[in-house]
Nanobody
Framework: QEPLVESGGGSVQAGDSLRLSCVVS????????VTWFRQAPGTELKFVAT????????YYAESVKGRFTISRDNAKKTLVLQMNDLRAEDSAVYYC?????????????????WGQGTQVTVSS
């Protein structure tokens, strides 16, 4: 069983919405920070959104603030990213990953394991 499995990606038009899910197996999800990153072709992984397990504080990349909402369901061990008003520049493979507890929570180098990713394509 894969430790993290993303789903919910697809091909949509600009202005549409998508809801991504990340189901986490193993570990103690309620005491883990799991974060969304994305990677467009030819670019490095970029932070999208995170929600701290300690107090459920949510933080977003500037480019998605006001459009994306991150949430977590500890009972279902699921992280959700609601994406509204999608833009062409949101097109990327979206990944969820577990924070390893050391280093910046906003840099992909502090995370692992990773899910397999889910593709989001937004046409303008």
């Amino acid at each position: 069983q894969e430790p993290l499995v993303e789903s919910g990606g697809g091909s949509v038009q600009a202005g549409d919405s998508l809801r991504l899910s990340c189901v986490v197996s193993g570990g103690r999800f309620s005491e883990e920070t799991v974060t969304w990153f994305r990677q467009a072709p030819g670019t490095e992984l970029k932070f999208v959104a995170t929600i701290y397990w300690e107090d459920s504080s949510a933080y977003y990349a500037e480019s998605v603030k006001g459009r994306f909402t991150i949430s977590r369901d500890n009972a279902k061990k699921t992280l959700v990213l609601q994406m509204n008003d999608l833009r062409a520049e949101d097109s990327a493979v979206y990944y969820c990953a577990k924070y390893q507890g050391v280093g910046s929570r906003y840099h992909h180098g502090s995370y692992g394991p990773w899910g397999q990713g889910t593709q989001v394509t937004v046409s303008s």
